[in-house]
């Protein structure tokens, strides 16, 4: 998996989006988290991407997340 955020915190994938936002005058906060974790695609996010993606890597990590869209809501 690749980032939309490189190392320094500039983004890859959606900048003409956040600057089309920022130009609108609002505020824009890029959370891309740490460099570290993105490169072992160890943060929240990848894991939930990897699991919806139908990963087998360690499916006892991923008990919690559910790939149906339709599930209710609590």
Known sequence: MKSAVEDDGTLAVHSSLVEGTRKSCFNVIVSVGEP???KICSNCGLFI??????????????????????SQKS
Not at 49 to 70: A, C, D, F, Q, W
Request: proline content about 4%.
């Open 36 to 38: 570290e974790e993105n």
């Open 49 to 70: 991407r990897r699991h919806l993606h139908g990963s087998k890597g360690k499916p006892e990590i991923y008990s919690s997340v559910k790939s149906n869209t339709n």
